[in-house]
């Protein structure tokens, strides 16, 4: 192996294959069209939300369509916001009447989405906020759209937090019980500690539940993923013993995850597939969101980027899935993933340079290098005829030969086959 993760208590083995999911934030809140945090950013009261759940009517919703869209985007699993901090469930729960159920939708949103990603072969996740700006047992803490509201404080000063603490647990065991195997439970929001959410307790449930499933850190025990949000780590993480941690960073279009119509600085899928191979480059996952509209489809702005994503992902697939951190040091705007087996680096060019590419220590290292998106033959220069141009600290690189020409490629990648 050339690269070696830390044990999890969960079944990572195929995360850190699989490398590219769907993130799906998806509620009442597309209705308002203006981030998942409407209610909070415009301190809202109940009343006032209400309206959202009185005309969310998603009368397009085809999650076929989101399936195959995620499929040909070249991602391998996916997470869906079963309940997002609205505390507006997505399912049939017994547990509360705020759920879509009882929307204009009228149904259970979430299983024909499972089992439409699950027919498309993609893994099966939930993201589950802990916070809830709903339910009337929730511990208030630090976040809450009546904060400010000091009637409205005192008036809830005396809220039996283990009311809520219960009914918590009760929505994850639905989850974990109604949905045949679930592959990774996301938590969020888990602004309180652990003994509060008694999430010892939760873990020990979902694990007997679903003895293979992956946990994130974020009920405030760490578990089997690290989940950091919209950033690209430096480096990759290691515990002390020199191994890698399994994470994941979660990225947006435009930096809302909910659908947000006004929203105009979108990423363009360039900076998409840099973002999901620097994140390989380090050990790590993309999990990459998209905010479906008040009616149910995923936008065009997105569904165009995500097909870009995907024609990428066609050709160069080989140099994410399966891959992780290379030993070696690229060069100069360049990105190296490694397989697991070892034998091959893949070279991520960000910035196409003029005819050389300089890999320092790996002069002697690779028998034969070519084009992914072609499979076209890169010439590897005489190391000893570069000799004298090349400074004697620089005796062990390796000089490659491209073309003047970028290839029609968003990241051109070559694949580098190791002696
Ligand atoms: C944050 C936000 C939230 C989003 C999440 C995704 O915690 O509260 O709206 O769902 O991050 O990571």
Redesign the pocket.
């Known amino acids: 192996m050339a690269f070696e993760y830390q044990d999890t208590p969960g079944d990572t083995e195929w995360f850190v294959h699989d490398r590219f999911g769907m993130f799906i934030?998806w509620g009442i809140y597309a209705a308002a069209g203006r981030h998942?945090?409407v209610k909070m950013y415009e301190k809202m009261t109940d009343e006032e939300y209400q309206k959202y759940f009185d005309h969310f009517d998603p009368d397009l919703y085809d999650p076929k369509q989101w399936a195959k869209l995620a499929k040909e985007a070249g991602m391998k699993y996916f997470v869906i916001t079963s309940k997002?901090?609205d505390g507006c469930c997505l399912w049939d729960t017994q547990l509360t009447d705020w759920k879509v159920t009882n929307t204009r939708a009228g149904r259970d949103l979430l299983a024909p989405m499972v089992e439409a990603f699950r027919n498309e072969g993609l893994k099966v996740g939930f993201y589950h906020s802990i916070l809830d700006w709903h339910h009337p047992d929730y511990p208030i803490g630090g976040t809450h759209p009546r904060i400010e509201d000091e009637e409205f404080m005192k008036a809830n000063r005396d809220r039996d937090g283990s009311k809520y603490v219960e009914y918590l647990h009760g929505c994850v065991r639905e989850l974990l019980t109604n949905f045949g195997k679930v592959d990774i439970m996301w938590f969020?929001?888990g602004e309180h500690s652990a003994e509060v959410w008694r999430s010892e307790q939760l873990i020990e449930m979902i694990r007997s539940l679903q003895p293979e499933i992956i946990i994130n850190d974020r009920a405030r025990v760490p578990q089997d993923i690290t989940t950091p949000?919209q950033v690209q780590l430096a480096e990759p993480l290691r515990d002390e013993d020199g191994k890698l941690l399994v994470w994941e960073s979660?990225q947006t279009f435009s930096g809302s995850?909910g659908y947000y119509r006004d929203q105009l600085d979108w990423k363009s899928p360039e900076m998409i597939v840099k973002m999901l191979v620097d994140g390989v480059s380090k050990g790590g996952n993309m999990l990459f969101n998209v905010g479906p509209t008040g009616r149910g489809e995923i936008e065009p702005r997105a569904v165009e980027r995500l097909k870009a994503v995907g024609a990428w992902m066609r050709l160069h697939g080989r140099s994410i899935y399966g891959c992780g951190p290379s030993e070696f040091t690229p060069p100069a705007d360049g990105r190296l993933t490694q397989n697991a087996a070892g034998d091959r680096l893949y070279l991520h060019i960000f910035s196409w340079p003029f005819k050389h590419i300089y890999c320092p220590g790996l002069g002697d290292k690779v028998a034969y290098a070519q084009l992914l998106n072609d499979g076209s033959e890169i010439a590897i220069s005489d190391a000893e005829a570069m000799h004298h141009r090349l400074p004697e600290h620089a005796k062990n690189t390796l000089v490659l030969e491209i073309p003047v020409q970028k290839p029609l490629a968003a990241v051109p990648v070559i694949e580098l086959f190791l002696k």
């Open positions: 934030h998942e945090w997002h901090h969020d929001g949000e979660c995850w």
